[in-house]
């Protein structure tokens, strides 16, 4: 009986063998281990609870804000400072 090269008798190898089927698993798989490492993260290290005085605290940082000349000041200095003329800076 002559061969015919279009009819493949032989038999295919399992798919476990092929190496491009693991790299398709693989990432989805990396996703949800990466998923299970963010979820243990999430509920072994809770969020820290606010101060007790946290009312107290937003109401000071409102009053430092009410006066501009103190609140900006640090920004008024850098902002003259980056305005002064090279020859004119201190050496």
Same mark, same amino acid.
């Given at each position: ?6 009819? =493949? ?9 092929f190496g491009h089927v693991w790299l398709?698993?693989? /990432? ?6 990466? /998923?299970?490492?963010? @979820?243990? @993260?999430?509920?072994?290290?809770? =969020?820290?609870?606010?101060? &007790? =005085?946290?009312?107290?605290? /937003?109401? &000071?940082?409102?009053?430092? @804000? &009410?006066?501009? &000349?103190?609140? @900006? ?14 020859? =004119?800076?201190?050496?």
């Amino acid at each position: 009986m002559p061969s015919n090269p279009a009819i =493949d008798t032989t038999a295919a190898a399992p798919w476990w063998k092929f190496g491009h089927v693991w790299l398709v698993i693989a /990432g989805p798989a990396i996703v949800i281990v990466a /998923g299970f490492v963010t @979820l243990w @993260l999430a509920v072994s290290r809770p =969020d820290p609870v606010i101060a &007790e =005085d946290y009312y107290r605290q /937003g109401i &000071e940082i409102n009053k430092t @804000l &009410e006066t501009p &000349e103190k609140s @900006l000041a640090p920004a008024m200095k850098g902002r003259n400072h980056a305005a002064t003329p090279p020859q =004119d800076q201190p050496r």
